[in-house]
């Protein structure tokens, strides 16, 4: 198997950066490549501007086009251009980082931002009558899987369908459907730690071995079941689900329950 691991945490040695080396010397005693990319010390550029097209660039500056534009002529920045190597390389991508405000830190959206350019990771396939373009469960990452490896500082209750902050299915589904799953990567359960400000070096053990165990079944992992979008559940070209398919909850917004 060939990892990618995008570390997002700006200290070295923080909770998020035990947890990242942990995954490297994990997966490559277990016979696997790594390669991590550690966007704080990369010093990444987290905001989309006209440099990143450079001749391409609209003016004024459309993102799409101008995206668009340098992806199809290979001239987006050679660091995207890296990142992009890396994802097509890799079957499998874990994303480490620290939930703040709700989410994924700002310089991970904006490696997001960069690097799922148009026509790499959306903007691709066909639209007619039977498919609105290869996304949802199609697209340029198709075959590749994906896991979120999170700390929260909260305790569990406060992410549970009762606590203050909602589930944490709920607060994920943004980066797991919208993010991940839209290009075709297959999303695996993530890995939350609670309590991460509080964690001691005994329960620090405990969350070493769960990572581990989690690192060491990626391959055998079955993957959240997201509805694919071109494959007979949503309406095209209005992608609303078809009558008869809702489920309570979250699972009507694109999950398919088996069973």
Do not use: C
């Not at 904006?110 to 290869?134: C, I, K, M």
């Not at 500082?153 to 994920?172: A, C, F």
């Not at 690192?215 to 559940?233: C, H, K, M, V, Y």
């Amino acid at each position: 198997m060939k990892t990618l691991i995008v570390h997002a945490h700006p200290e070295p040695h923080s909770l998020n950066g035990s947890l990242k080396d942990l995954a490297v010397s994990t997966l490559e005693a277990a016979g696997h490549e790594v390669r991590v990319s550690d966007l704080y010390a990369m010093n990444w550029k987290a905001v989309v501007d006209a440099a990143d097209f450079g001749e391409h660039a609209t003016s004024p500056l459309r993102v799409v086009p101008s995206s668009a534009g340098a992806y199809d002529a290979g001239a987006l920045t050679l660091d995207v251009a890296a990142e992009q190597e890396k994802l097509l390389w890799a079957d499998t991508v874990v994303f480490q980082f620290p939930m703040w405000w709700y989410t994924m830190p700002a310089i991970l959206k904006g490696w997001v931002d960069r690097v799922f350019s148009f026509h790499f990771a959306y903007g691709v396939g066909v639209h007619d009558e039977t498919r609105y373009g290869e996304r949802f469960g199609e697209g340029t990452l198709q075959g590749r899987r994906a896991i979120l490896s999170v700390t929260v500082g909260g305790p569990e209750s406060h992410y549970t369908d009762r606590g203050i902050n909602g589930p944490i299915q709920d607060l994920l589904f943004p980066i797991h459907h919208g993010i991940l799953y839209y290009p075709g990567l297959e999303v695996l359960p993530p890995f939350v730690l609670y309590g991460a400000d509080k964690i001691t070096g005994s329960d620090f053990e405990d969350a070493a071995k769960a990572w581990t165990e989690r690192l060491l079944s990626l391959e055998t992992t079955e993957p959240i079941a997201f509805r694919r979008q071109n494959f007979g559940d949503y309406e095209i070209p209005s992608l609303r689900l078809k009558e008869g398919l809702e489920v309570p909850g979250r699972k009507s917004f694109g999950l398919h329950v088996r069973g």
